[in-house]
């Protein structure tokens, strides 16, 4: 089962831009889809970004977030990236990312990283 850790979230001003980073390891084995979620606090967890692993996978966005969010894998590291542009308060969330598994049982969530957009 693949394991996954967050890092890069903080304090930062209106306007400003974030990397979030998600370490994988353990077995990539199953995995179709990898994702970025939030959860701001009185809110559900909302998707924000996903996209599949195979040849020819595709991306998706929420529309609060489209044009501002960037999702990337990088293999040679092992990690799935969330690249923030011009974020705004209400950006303000918990974000986790998460592995889809062909077997659900193996899904696999990070413990997230904590974004407060604030000035």
């Known amino acids: 089962q693949v394991q996954l850790v967050e890092s890069g979230g903080g304090l930062v001003q209106p306007g400003g831009s974030l990397r979030l980073s998600c370490a994988l390891s353990?077995?990539?084995?199953?995995?179709?889809?990898l994702g970025w979620y939030r959860q701001a606090p009185g809110k559900e967890r909302e998707e924000v970004a996903r996209?599949?692993?195979?040849?020819?996978?595709?991306?998706r966005y929420a529309d609060s977030v489209k044009g501002r969010f960037t999702i990337s894998r990088d293999n040679g590291k092992n990690t799935v990236n969330l690249q923030m542009f011009n974020l705004k308060p209400e950006d303000t969330a918990v974000y986790y990312c998460?592995?889809?598994?062909?077997?659900?049982?193996?899904?696999?969530w990070g413990q997230g990283t904590l974004v407060t957009v604030s000035s």
């Open positions: 996209m599949t692993t195979g040849i020819g996978g595709s991306t």
């Open positions: 353990g077995s990539m084995f199953g995995i179709h889809a």
């Open positions: 998460y592995a889809d598994n062909w077997s659900d049982a193996l899904d696999a």
